[in-house]
């Protein structure tokens, strides 16, 4: 990142462009371990929905001598697929909220004077909060 905040001192357009491909390369593959996590999310959430929709304890209390367990069963069922429920709108909000940034920015990309002057301004901003992120964990670390 500091390479990149002090790349406009390079006057050399292709050092730069390295520069910023380096980022671009770490960047994505952050991207990439956030779509893998994200895959792997869906994964369990699949699965739990596979066992919801097999639950073979729901059937094997229909006799009606074991109406309270069945009852408790059904509220059961009912408290985990409301749970999932409330996962996936969460999620789908998440998502929604990401698209439409996304969507911005990749509409309005900069050209490349204000792309300098983007680059300057963020990596200051970025490199500050690792600063106080940093700051935070060595507090949180000597407290605990």
Request: proline residues 1%; aromatic residues 4%; contains cysteine.
């Amino acid at each position: 990142m500091e390479a990149l905040k002090n790349a406009h001192i390079i006057e050399n357009d292709l050092e730069q462009a390295v520069i910023s491909l380096e980022v671009t390369i770490k960047t994505l593959g952050n991207v990439k371990t956030v779509f893998l996590n994200t895959k792997q999310f869906w994964e369990g959430v699949h699965r739990h929905c596979k066992s919801l929709t097999a639950n073979e304890e729901v059937e094997d209390l229909c006799d009606p001598d074991l109406k309270d367990e069945f009852m408790d069963a059904i509220k059961q069922s009912g408290f985990c697929w409301l749970s999932l429920g409330k996962i996936n709108r969460t999620a789908a909000l998440a998502i929604r909220a990401v698209d439409e940034t996304v969507d911005n920015i990749m509409i309005d990309l900069p050209r490349k004077e204000e792309a300098d002057k983007l680059v300057r301004e963020l990596t200051s901003a970025i490199l500050g909060d690792i600063e106080m992120e940093n700051i935070m964990i060595s507090y949180e670390m000597k407290n605990h």
